[in-house]
């Protein structure tokens, strides 16, 4: 069984710094590889980050370059999100999920992602 399971959100003012963690299991490197979508309210998901889990390249939207970094730890299976420079347009639902690629900019296809974990809220006050 898959299982994806986030930690780390919180409420932070704008400037601030947030870590996100994601454990996974149930699934290996072959399969998937790890990104972050959020969703603020009233708007759609949004592509944030992934890492290929075959090289460990990272992408990222436009919006959190330079200022969020994704990184893994292959022995706690677990991925990070490092967000820093937070701005009050950050604030959203975290989500990890599971996407068979994460190369160029396949990260902001919603529909690949197969599995999701619970998600963890983001709050960035101005």
């Known amino acids: 069984e898959v299982q994806l399971v986030e930690s780390g959100g919180g409420l932070v003012q704008a400037g601030g710094s947030l870590r996100l963690s994601c454990a996974a299991s149930g699934f290996t490197s072959d399969d998937y590889s790890i990104g972050w979508v959020r969703q603020a309210p009233g708007k759609e998901r949004e592509g944030v980050s992934c890492?290929?889990?075959?090289?460990?390249?990272?992408y990222y939207a436009d919006s959190v370059k330079g200022r969020f970094t994704i990184s893994s730890d292959n022995a706690k299976n677990t991925v990070y999100l490092q967000m820093d420079s937070l701005k009050p347009e950050d604030t959203a639902v975290y989500y990890c999920?599971?996407?068979?690629?994460?190369?160029?900019?396949?990260?902001?296809?919603?529909?690949?992602?197969?599995?999701w974990g619970q998600g963890t809220q983001v709050t960035v006050s101005s």
């Open positions: 890492i290929s889990s075959s090289d460990g390249t990272p």
């Open positions: 999920a599971a996407v068979p690629f994460c190369r160029g900019d396949y990260y902001k296809i919603i529909q690949l992602y197969d599995y």
